[in-house]
């Protein structure tokens, strides 16, 4: 079949999920559109796609599900038996229900997926699990998922419903939770306002940058990511005990998973 545009879509807060995709789906052409679901301002824009365009849709994997948030600006995306490659992007513990829950997302949106991903990349809050990940080993295997994924496309006539890919998981999925981290800022907070323009879900008041709303915050570390004084970071108390916790499970690294 005949793919015309390749679209890049994800929901990247701290970008591992963005880069991944990008590497995905810029393999398959050169300078995909790309839509950034992590952007507010995107949360209700609606797309719309046709049976001749490739989406590569990546998300962060939190608590072994899809981010809440982000489920809700997927819903937005509507294909018309359009295929689609799923990438559920996690921290070396475990992606569990992340890809069969996305898988029906889109499937109920229109979409086809016929393939998907699981790859790791550094953990967003212990940035020493995982570390350096992805590296050069796993973008090659990326770019090469890539052109296994062309070759699929290239000898497939009409995609129906009945080409769905085959996920792990389980359904119902496991219950949506992560650990409640909400990032403070620091005495060197210049409140220049970086981190609340950036946060995906407002959760920092433009007019007072040093502070964070825990009942919006979903613990996606973007407001530590973009500041350009390093202001804001976790409590270091609560970062230790969520390291020891992590470390029990997330000490052996973790092998990319590429289904097609």
């Known amino acids: 079949m005949e793919i015309n ?3 890049a879509a994800y929901f990247s807060p701290t970008y591992s999920t963005r880069d991944i995709v990008l590497t995905i789906s810029s393999e398959i052409q ?59 992007v996690y921290g070396n513990r475990e992606f569990e229900d992340a890809l069969i829950e ?6 109920s ?18 940035h020493s699990i995982a ?13 090469d998922f890539s052109k296994k994924v062309q070759d699929k496309l290239k000898k497939t006539v009409v995609l129906t419903q009945q080409d769905c890919i085959q996920l792990p998981g389980n359904q119902p999925y496991k219950k ?14 210049i409140q220049c306002g970086k981190c609340a323009s950036n946060c995906p ?16 915050c979903i613990s996606c570390m973007r407001c530590i990511v973009v500041c350009p004084k390093h202001a804001r970071g976790l ?16 000490s052996q690294p973790k092998e990319n998973l590429w289904i097609l």
Not at 59 to 81: C, E, F, Q, S, W
Not at 102 to 107: E, M, N, S
Not at 131 to 143: K, Y
């Open 30 to 88: 050169h300078s995909p559109k790309q839509i950034d679901l992590s952007i507010y301002d995107n949360r209700e824009t609606s797309y719309s796609f046709s049976s001749h365009e490739l989406v590569v849709l990546g998300v962060p994997v939190y608590g072994g599900r899809v981010p809440a948030d982000a489920t809700k600006r997927i819903h937005n995306l509507h294909g018309n038996n359009t295929p689609i490659v799923l990438v559920a």
């Open 201 to 216: 879900v407002h959760a920092i008041p433009q007019d007072h940058p040093d502070q964070t709303n825990t009942e919006q």
């Open 235 to 250: 409590n270091p108390i609560v970062k230790a005990a969520t390291a020891n916790k992590l470390k029990k499970v997330c």
């Open 102 to 107: 996305l898988k029906d997302i889109v499937v």
């Open 109 to 126: 949106n229109g979409f086809i997926p016929v393939a998907a991903a699981a790859p790791v990349a550094q953990h967003s809050v212990i």
């Open 5 to 7: 545009q390749v679209i």
């Open 131 to 143: 570390a350096g990940r992805p590296n050069a080993q796993d973008i090659q295997q990326a770019r």
């Open 176 to 189: 949506y939770g992560v650990i409640p981290l909400h990032p403070k800022a620091g005495h060197n907070c």
